[in-house]
T-cell receptor
Framework: NAGVTQTPKFRILKIGQSMTLQCTQD?????MYWYRQDPGMGLKLIYY???????DKGEVPNGYNVSRSTTEDFPLRLELAAPSQTSVYFC????????????FGPGTRLTVL | GQNIDQPTEMTATEGAIVQINCTYQ??????LFWYQQHAGEAPTFLSY????GLEEKGRFSSFLSRSKGYSYLLLKELQMKDSASYLC??????????FGGGTRLMVKP
């Protein structure tokens, strides 16, 4: 199993540009999550999904959109990038709730200039 | 709302024991996780507590007191490779995790 994969690893955007961060998991997990981590800080939840076709907002959803058309994929869309969106973005997945831990992808380092 | 506090930085000596504390005030509680995160890498799972008490896993142990909103991670026989950030996360509804700011641990020879 590859686990959770994310592309791209690095990206530089100009203010106002848009992009999609890709996330795929091959563990047949129902739950998927997007977090952002600013330097020296903890992770903040952007959006999450409990299954295909179902998404919900997390703590910091403004400026982002998601979709979940399949169990495997959970892309994150940035519209009109702003410098405040400079961060490291982590995708994660888990099978169920409770003691099932979340498995994290390697992250995407995004800089908006 | 959710509020999770942990110290920003700690320093310890190789071979010693260190305790990283986490206090939380949350609107819902379904468990508490500890993750380790090396610089530039993704978080990896260390421990999970849902009942009061101590969970031991090799050199690492984690303790939970739900009535006090308190947890700690205990690292024994510290090694240089233990230098990392340690993230406390409280699990709420929908398996949603709320993370603390993380504690950066520096292990010195």
């Amino acid at each position: 199993n590859a686990g959770v994969t994310q592309t791209p690893k690095f990206r530089i955007l100009k203010i106002g540009q848009s992009m999609t961060l890709q996330c795929t998991q091959d563990m047949n997990h129902n739950y998927m999550y997007w977090y952002r981590q600013d330097p020296g800080m903890g992770l903040k939840l952007i959006y999450y999904s409990v299954g295909a076709g179902i998404t919900d907002k997390g703590e910091v959803p403004n400026g982002y959109n998601v979709s979940r058309s399949t169990t495997e994929d959970f892309p994150l869309r940035l519209e009109l990038a702003a410098p405040s969106q400079t961060s490291v973005y982590f995708c994660a997945s888990s099978y169920r709730t409770g003691a099932d831990t979340q498995y994290f992808g390697p992250g995407t380092r995004l800089t908006v200039l | 709302g959710q509020n999770i506090d942990q110290p920003t930085e700690m320093t310890a000596t190789e071979g010693a024991i260190v305790q990283i504390n986490c206090t939380y005030q949350t609107s819902g509680f379904n468990g508490l996780f500890w993750y380790q995160q090396h610089a530039g890498e993704a978080p990896t799972f260390l421990s999970y507590n849902v009942l009061d008490g101590l969970e031991e896993k090799g050199r690492f142990s984690s303790f939970l007191s739900r009535s006090k909103g308190y947890s700690y991670l205990l690292l024994k026989e510290l090694q240089m490779k233990d230098s990392a950030s340690y993230l406390c996360a409280v699990q709420g509804a929908g398996n949603v995790l709320t993370f603390g700011g993380g504690t950066r641990l520096m292990v010195k020879p």
